[in-house]
């Protein structure tokens, strides 16, 4: 069975103290994890934190909610999840951002099962490939569905090979684009949906997911793709209240940060 890791923190640079802000009565962090516990193939659900004072609180709700947590590097968050999973002694690592409010338990199930009946080394649905190169894409599903699935083996091994920032930050980059090393496949959506910005990293796209979450009726339990799209299909002018921001921007940041890297190595060297 797979082991579901969530990463989480308080300062983060674009929407300080997200994954604990409300959607409804409940914080962020609280949704992520509840509809990460509907999935039928997830053994077990652990936080990871950092050692910043301020991510106590995280702390705190993992305690009150009787979550297992791991507290990490703030930045170099592969060297969090490999000790993280190291610690708990995870062999299949299901990686989830804890701003993912609406996480659909049935893709997390589909990436696990694609996982395992073809022996992957690494499957996700946020990367695609094209023009027989492999880059960033939401492969269709709207945006706040990632879902990434390694092993122990493919953890540890990116964790010592990956020396770029954004190879840090963003945990798999090194395995995304190091194909001839590691067995690799995606999970595409069977239409577009990637207009649809469920995501939260800016106040905007924390006014829509609660605009989601009012329509939403109060007898679901667990939320799925297609209860989004329906409220989107009803009201097609609410995407336009976070459909400027690109999918990729955090990303595009660290990218820039690879260059100063590099130019400084270059020096050194």
């Keep these: 069975?797979?082991?579901?890791?969530?990463?989480?923190?308080?300062?983060?640079?674009?929407?300080?103290?997200?994954?604990?802000?409300?959607?409804?009565?409940?914080?962020?962090?609280?949704?992520?994890?509840?509809?990460?516990?509907?999935?039928?193939?997830?053994?077990?659900?652990?936080?990871?934190?950092?050692?910043?004072?301020k991510d106590k609180k995280i702390v705190n709700f993992c305690i009150k909610n009787n979550l297992k947590y791991f507290c990490g590097s703030n930045n170099d968050v592969l060297d969090r999840y490999f000790k993280c999973a190291k610690k708990f002694s995870c062999n299949t690592i299901v990686r989830i951002s804890s701003d993912c409010p609406f996480i659909d338990p049935a893709i997390i199930d589909q990436i696990?099962?694609?996982?395992?009946?073809?022996?992957?080394?690494?499957?996700?649905?946020?990367?695609?490939?094209?023009?027989?190169?492999?880059?960033n894409s939401m492969c269709g599903f709207p945006q706040g569905m990632v879902v990434e699935i390694c092993n122990y083996k493919t953890l540890e091994k990116a964790w010592k090979k990956a020396k770029k920032p954004?190879?840090?930050?963003?945990?798999?980059?090194?395995?995304?684009?190091?194909?001839?090393?590691?067995?690799?496949s995606n999970l595409v959506y069977k239409k577009d949906l990637s207009f649809i910005r469920c995501t939260v990293d800016k106040k905007e796209d924390l006014k829509?997911?609660?605009?989601?979450?009012?329509?939403?009726?109060?007898?679901?339990k667990i939320i799925h793709i297609k209860d989004i799209l329906k409220i989107v299909k009803n009201e097609?002018?609410?995407?336009?209240?976070?459909?400027?921001?690109?999918?990729?921007?955090?990303?595009?940041?660290?990218?820039?940060?690879?260059?100063?890297?590099?130019?400084?190595?270059?020096?050194?060297?």
Aim: hydrophobic share 35%.
């Design 1 to 53: 069975m797979a082991v579901v890791i969530i990463q989480a923190r308080m300062n983060s640079t674009r929407l300080p103290n997200k994954a604990l802000l409300k959607i409804g009565e409940q914080s962020m962090l609280h949704h992520v994890v509840k509809q990460t516990k509907a999935s039928r193939l997830v053994k077990d659900v652990i936080i990871a934190t950092t050692n910043s004072p």
């Design 112 to 135: 696990i099962l694609k996982f395992r009946k073809n022996s992957f080394d690494y499957v996700s649905n946020n990367f695609e490939k094209k023009n027989k190169k492999w880059e």
């Design 166 to 184: 954004s190879e840090r930050e963003h945990v798999f980059p090194y395995v995304q684009f190091n194909t001839r090393s590691f067995k690799v």
């Design 208 to 220: 829509f997911v609660r605009e989601l979450w009012k329509r939403i009726p109060k007898t679901k």
């Design 236 to 269: 097609p002018l609410l995407v336009k209240i976070n459909n400027k921001i690109n999918f990729d921007d955090g990303y595009k940041k660290s990218i820039q940060k690879d260059t100063k890297y590099l130019k400084k190595r270059s020096k050194i060297n």
